[in-house]
């Protein structure tokens, strides 16, 4: 069954809160094969370069999305980008994308990075779609032993 798109104008992105945390915790257990803690989230929350933001489809729903990313010089590196599994294939993890990109051109960034498995070609074509190319590998970077694609996106 196909899921509805949520129209752009939609949807509410903001700074991760404390009250938070439980939701971000319960869509990063079920995206990740070895997810971060709560209390990681907790402490990223203390960290001035670190920032966590969640989408919400309407504001006061419940969080669909969160993108994790930091800002150290002029480089945004983003960490995660992770939807709840009743709102995924709906341009979340797009939406994100794009809000962190906007952030990075508000700070005078001059590049994002990230890095994504290797065999998750469903991440590979979003990043390059979001102007993201391949710059390296980093092998056996994953728990698991997979590499990871080293990704860049230069701003102008």
């Keep these: 069954m196909a899921t509805p798109d949520?129209?752009?104008?939609?949807v509410e992105i903001r700074a991760m809160r404390r009250d938070d945390v439980d939701e971000v915790a319960i869509i990063e257990r079920?995206?990740?094969?070895?997810?971060?803690?709560?209390?990681?989230f907790l402490e990223e929350m203390?960290?001035?370069w670190a920032h966590i933001d969640v989408l919400r489809e309407e504001p006061g729903g419940p969080i669909a999305a969160f993108l994790n990313y930091w800002i150290?010089?002029?480089?945004?590196?983003?960490?995660?980008?992770?939807t709840h599994p009743d709102h995924?294939?709906?341009?979340?993890?797009?939406?994100?994308?794009?809000?962190?990109?906007?952030?990075?051109r508000a700070q005078g960034c001059r590049f994002l990075t990230l890095e994504v498995r290797r065999k998750n070609?469903?991440?590979?074509?979003?990043?390059?779609?979001?102007?993201?190319?391949?710059?390296?590998?980093?092998?056996?970077?994953?728990?698991?032993?997979?590499?990871?694609?080293?990704?860049?996106?230069?701003?102008?």
């Design 30 to 40: 079920d995206a990740q094969p070895n997810p971060w803690s709560r209390d990681v």
């Design 88 to 104: 995924r294939r709906r341009g979340h993890a797009a939406r994100l994308l794009d809000h962190v990109t906007a952030v990075a």
């Design 6 to 10: 949520v129209p752009r104008g939609a």
């Design 121 to 156: 070609r469903p991440a590979l074509r979003l990043y390059r779609a979001h102007g993201y190319r391949p710059v390296g590998m980093r092998p056996r970077y994953y728990d698991d032993g997979e590499d990871a694609v080293i990704m860049l996106q230069e701003l102008a």
């Design 46 to 48: 203390t960290r001035a």
């Design 72 to 82: 150290v010089g002029d480089e945004v590196h983003v960490l995660n980008v992770a």
